[in-house]
């Protein structure tokens, strides 16, 4: 970053705290990684949004549209940006390992007829350039409306990024 100061530095200065790890309701598995490592490859599994404490932020959860407002929905959205940069820090140790947020797919939990995905998906890339500036934050992006999305999320995102 342009500024000198880490990801976490800029985290601290945002206020933002690195959200723990996924907490699966009961009963409920995954089998996948969250993070895949390949050289200066990092594929991100899809994340939804997440309480601090990494319990899923079940107040955010719905259709967009519907039962969940556009400023819902970039607040889910921004979420997840933070519990995925939590696993990143879980799984890489330090975030200035990042050199690039190459590509990013966010989807939306969309009732019929709602065509906001592009501002719900921007809390997520806010949030992600924030803490790791414009340079290492912009990626490339899709943003695309889902007719559901698992556990009734409203938002889940997915992303690849670039190692030094």
Known sequence: MSDNKTPEQRMQELGYTITGELQLPPGF???LSMVKVIDKRVIVSGHGALNPDGTIA??????????ISLEQAQEAAKLTALAMVGTL???LGELSSI????????????APGFNGQTPVIDGFSRTIIEIFGKECGM????????AALPMN????VEAELELH
Not at 60 to 66: A, S, T
Not at 99 to 110: D, E, P, R
Not at 139 to 146: D, T
Not at 153 to 156: A, N
């Open 153 to 156: 999320l409203s938002v889940e």
């Open 89 to 91: 820090k879980r799984e």
């Open 58 to 67: 079940t107040h955010l959860m719905g259709q967009v549209g519907d039962s």
């Open 139 to 146: 990626a490339c992006r899709s943003a695309v409306g889902m």
């Open 29 to 31: 598995e995954v089998l």
């Open 99 to 110: 050199k690039s947020w190459v590509k990013v797919l966010g989807m939306v939990n969309t």
